[in-house]
């Protein structure tokens, strides 16, 4: 006799061979689809990357720097396109088998959701589409997608020494996402953030009809600039304004400890950062480590890492009319190139050759194997009292304590509306928060999560309210996911006003016009109003 539990394995059994044919046949269909689809056939090993191909896991590990991010669901397939038609194929194939697709340029989402998910889906893999056509006349440039900023800063500095554009300082990450969420940058009091200075783009949509800014219409253009890309479509390139600067600019990175009156120093830090002379970014980085004068204790070191689009002379007038307090000196400082200061920033312990910046793949991932991170925006100085309760908080965390980064606002990123773009942080925000935490085993996983996310509620009074904002580029899905499937408007509200403000509201709209089956979705994508 059959006894209830054993039936309920038997068709339990059943039920999960089902769907183990069904996903196998749709990966199968797929393939046919798309084998038939590519023009060019004798490319089709280029392109195409399944399970069974030696450059599968290659591929889809290239980018994939953190090691928390997992998922029982691998992609199925990987498309490296090489052109626009190979994109319209994969498009066309996965509407039909009903497949999502993860659009990844530079795989730096910070939750991996250009590469991971818990349904059955594809990756399109833009690495093959990242020319770069720069017009030192015009003073434009046309990116592909699939391009890095550290490509794009090195073919601009080999076209002139004195254009430059305005994006992230780590070289590797991608612009097709870094540009449709904001891109802030260096130079950003100066020039504003990359998606303030977009001209023009091309994007497949969802019927797979390519598109520039004239046949997508003003509502698309605005929404890809700052509202994520790919819950419109896929951004195929970009077209933006080069950005004049001098021959000579200045940097330094000076640090001092809380014994060096570090508190004060950043209490009045936040008084001129988003005030000083536009050309001046003055940017903390604040860290616990052993204090250099009490052995055996603990303190926090603040790093002023400083770029001025002028000259040393010039920078010294403004520093001692601001900030007088750091003690800044000649010798503290350094001019270079623009380009030089690219490479300053991100590899603070030198290189000469312009040639890293075209290496796709972070080298060295010492303390990057998992990571998470978080921000905020503040808007009201943050008291000693304040303040001296993080640096006790970053204090008592033991070995692996949160690193903070207060980037500056002001300057020309008040000279735009909160609505202009989607990007909505602008006037009365004096800077942004960005909270870092590395470390080295799985296992220590929910310890570190907790960790940083306590310093994040410590937070909470000092940073902005109703909504408590975030910057979308540094994605963080504890903020909220939609549901799976096709999400509710009040579920994706939940993250997407703390992103966007009231700029959510537009954003949905245009996705309802643009998108109304959902098909570019991910677990923070904008959703369509469903009739």
């Known amino acids: 006799m059959i006894t209830f539990k054993k039936l309920i394995i038997f068709l339990l059994s059943i039920l999960l061979l089902s769907s183990w044919a069904t996903s196998t046949s749709t990966h199968d269909d797929f393939l046919k689809c798309l084998s038939r689809k590519i023009m060019n056939p004798n490319s089709i090993s280029q392109i195409i990357h399944t399970p069974k191909n030696s450059s599968y896991s290659t591929i889809l590990n290239s980018f994939s720097s953190n090691l928390r991010l997992t998922s029982k669901v691998k992609p199925s397939i990987i498309i490296t396109p090489l052109n626009e038609p190979d994109i319209q194929a994969a498009i066309h194939c996965s509407k039909i088998h009903d497949l999502q697709i993860r659009i990844r340029s530079g795989g730096h989402d910070y939750e991996g959701l250009s590469y991971i998910s818990e349904t059955p889906f594809v990756i399109i893999d833009l690495r093959n589409l990242r020319s770069i056509s720069i ?212 590899f603070p312990k030198g290189t000469s050759s312009l040639d890293v910046l075209l290496n796709r793949k972070i080298t060295d991932l010492e303390g990057y194997l998992y990571f998470k991170r978080k921000s905020d925006y503040v808007q009201h100085p943050i008291s000693v009292d304040g303040l001296e309760g993080l640096w006790k908080l970053m204090n008592q965390e033991g070995v692996n304590s949160p690193d903070l980064l207060f980037t500056p606002y002001g300057g020309k990123l008040n000279d735009f509306s909160e609505s202009d773009i989607p990007f909505p942080h602008r006037a009365g925000n004096i800077f942004l928060i960005h909270y870092g935490l590395n470390w080295q085993k799985k ?57 966007f403000k009231n700029n959510f509201d537009r954003l949905v709209q245009v996705k309802t016009k643009v998108d109304p089956t959902n098909f570019f979705r991910n677990e923070q994508s904008i959703p369509p109003i469903l009739s």
């Open 135 to 346: 017009d030192t006349e015009d003073k434009t440039a046309w990116i592909q997608a699939g391009a890095t900023l550290g490509e794009v800063y090195y073919r601009i500095a080999e076209k002139s020494k004195t254009l430059a554009f305005v994006a992230g300082i780590c070289p590797t990450v991608g612009v097709g996402g870094h540009f449709s969420g904001g891109g802030y940058g260096m130079i950003s009091r100066k020039f504003g953030i990359a998606a303030d200075n977009i001209i023009d783009a091309k994007l497949i949509d969802a019927n797979g009809r390519i598109h520039d800014r004239e046949s997508m219409g003003e509502d698309l253009f605005w929404a890809i600039r700052g509202g994520g890309g790919t819950s419109f479509g896929l951004i195929l390139s970009w077209k933006v304004k080069l950005l004049d600067v001098p021959e000579k600019v200045t940097v330094f990175n000076v640090t001092r400890t809380l014994e060096q009156n570090a508190t004060q120093l950043v209490y009045k830090w936040q008084h001129i950062a988003d005030k000083v002379d536009n050309n001046l970014l003055l940017r903390l980085l604040l860290t616990s480590r052993e204090s250099p004068f009490r052995r055996g204790q603990r303190t926090v070191y603040v790093s002023f890492i400083t770029m001025f689009v002028g000259g040393v002379n010039e920078l010294l007038h403004e520093m001692q009319k601001s900030f007088p307090e750091l003690g800044l000196v000649k010798e503290d400082c350094i001019e270079m190139s623009w380009i030089e200061s690219v490479l300053y920033f991100w």
């Open 443 to 499: 296992k220590s996983s929910q310890k570190y999560i907790a960790r940083i996310q306590k310093l994040y509620r410590y937070m909470a009074k000092y940073v902005s309210k109703s909504p408590r904002a975030a910057y979308f580029n540094y994605r963080d899905i504890d903020l909220g996911v939609n549901n799976k499937g096709n999400t509710s408007y009040a579920q994706a509200r939940i993250w997407g006003e703390k992103y």
